[in-house]
């Protein structure tokens, strides 16, 4: 049973381990998913807008999505949940994979009574979503994935560890004390666990595969992925719904560093407009296509 107002029969322990201030303007609540407490935030003014739901990356909690997805809360009813094991969520008696996690998603929109949504997703997030389209194609309605991680490039730990030091140098000072808890919350065994699924799926698969339209966002200076110029070249095996685009001057946390550039780009992709530069006062952040797959909608230019 869903507990979306917080008052489920563990609510008082549950306000007991987090005695916090709300970390952001969306509603937080807590739900049951397969009997384990699922913590999330939620839009409160549009819930009969298009549903929008943002997944988090490796270790993380939803929490560093909050800054894009706060500024998409007055168009879409947005929900960004702590997955199973993750966050301030609880942790299910046996380790989740990517396609536990998938399912996990899912039946957390059963809970809310939701049956399609737009999932936008970061790093790990994106296999994530792949793995939902996989399993509940009719489901979703369209796929952001920003800055998608865990294939090949990411192997063996010991380069995506380096990899992730690199970056943790080119992200806001800021970024430190949200992704810290959650990195010391989710611990050690789990994330070799959890490194361990992530080498195991078949991401470049599932995101060919994927039959709803795509948006790929890629940081200019990510060192978590191959060259925009590798991305290209493997955007264009297949005929495909997806649309890549690069975003100058950021790095792989995107929904945290650069929330105005972000929204607006899924704005343009959610309405089918062309991919044009990000302009705000003093600000200017330049948007490349990258790719357009063969079956992605094409540009309107009324």
């Keep these: 049973m869903a507990t979306g107002d917080g008052a489920g029969p563990d609510y008082h322990h549950r306000r007991r381990m987090h005695p916090r201030r709300p970390q952001t303007t969306l509603a937080e609540r807590w739900t049951l998913v397969d009997g384990i407490d699922v913590f999330y935030r939620e839009s409160v003014n549009p819930p009969d807008a298009p549903v929008m739901m943002h ?23 947005t929900l960004v949940p702590d997955l199973p094991g993750f966050g301030r969520s609880g942790k299910a008696k046996n380790a989740l994979d990517v396609p536990d996690l998938a399912h996990a998603a899912a039946r957390f929109l059963d809970e809310k009574g939701i049956e399609k949504a737009t999932l936008v997703g970061n790093s790990m997030g994106c296999p994530v ?34 990899q992730l030091s690199k970056d943790g140098g080119r992200e806001p000072v800021k970024m430190i004390g949200v992704a810290t808890p959650d990195y010391v919350r989710f611990g050690v065994p789990s994330t070799f666990r959890m490194f361990k699924a992530l080498t195991q799926y078949p991401s470049l698969d599932r995101l060919l595969a994927l039959h ?18 590798r991305v290209q070249e493997v955007a264009g095996l297949t005929d495909n719904n997806v649309l890549v685009v690069q975003m100058e001057g950021a790095a792989h946390a995107i929904n945290f560093s650069h929330p105005d550039e972000l929204a607006h780009v899924i704005r343009l992709f959610m309405d089918d407009r062309p991919m044009v530069d990000h302009s705000d006062g003093m600000r200017h952040t330049t948007i490349y296509e990258v790719h357009r797959g063969t079956n992605h909608p094409a540009a309107k230019t009324d």
Excluded at 213 to 227: A, F
């Design 129 to 162: 979503i792949c793995e939902f389209a996989y399993h509940y194609p009719e489901r979703i309605e369209r796929a952001v994935l920003v800055s998608p991680a865990g294939g090949l490039y990411n192997q063996p730990l010991t380069r995506a560890i380096t």
């Design 55 to 77: 997944v988090h990356g490796f270790g993380l909690s939803g929490r560093y999505l909050l800054p894009t997805a706060e500024k998409l809360s007055d168009e879409f009813h």
């Design 212 to 229: 709803v339209p795509t948006l790929v966002v890629l940081g200019e200076r990510d060192p978590l992925l191959p060259h925009s110029s």
